[in-house]
Nanobody, 125 residues
Framework: QVQLVESGGGLVQAGDSLRLSCVAS????????MGWFRQAPGKEREFVGG????????DYAGSVKGRFTISRDNTKNTVYLEMNSLKPEDTAVYYC??????????????????WGQGTQVTVSS
């Protein structure tokens, strides 16, 4: 079973870029569909985007499409979230999540069974 550790969060200004990383333990990372979620204070955790096991397909929430990019390097057991043109409304704790799925990219929190501890992203105006 993989364990996930996120890094790369911080305080940035609106319009800036930031790249989050999520490193997985173990040797089965390549069998996991990976997702990124975020949770702002007082709000539900929401899907940001996801990537298939091979990295050949991605999916994004409408609010981040065109600004955020997800990629993965299975040789490094790492999934990335590249965030550009950040807005104050992107402020949240960002989580990576994983699950061994045969196909597709789940977008619902309950579909994932492996979670990182989260990393804070704060975007000032």
């Amino acid at each position: 079973q993989v364990q996930l550790v996120e890094s790369g969060g911080g305080l940035v200004q609106a319009g800036d870029s930031l790249r989050l990383s999520c490193v997985a333990s173990g040797r089965t990372f390549h069998t996991y569909v990976m997702g990124w979620f975020r949770q702002a204070p007082g709000k539900e955790r929401e899907f940001v985007g996801g990537i298939t096991k091979s990295g050949s397909e991605t999916d994004y929430a409408g609010s981040v499409k065109g600004r955020f990019t997800i990629s993965r390097d299975n040789t490094k057991n790492t999934v990335y979230l590249e965030m550009n043109s950040l807005k104050p409304e992107d402020t949240a704790v960002y989580y990576c999540a994983g699950r061994q799925f045969p196909f597709g990219i789940p977008t619902v929190v309950t579909e994932y069974n492996r979670w990182g501890q989260g990393t804070q992203v704060t975007v000032s105006s």
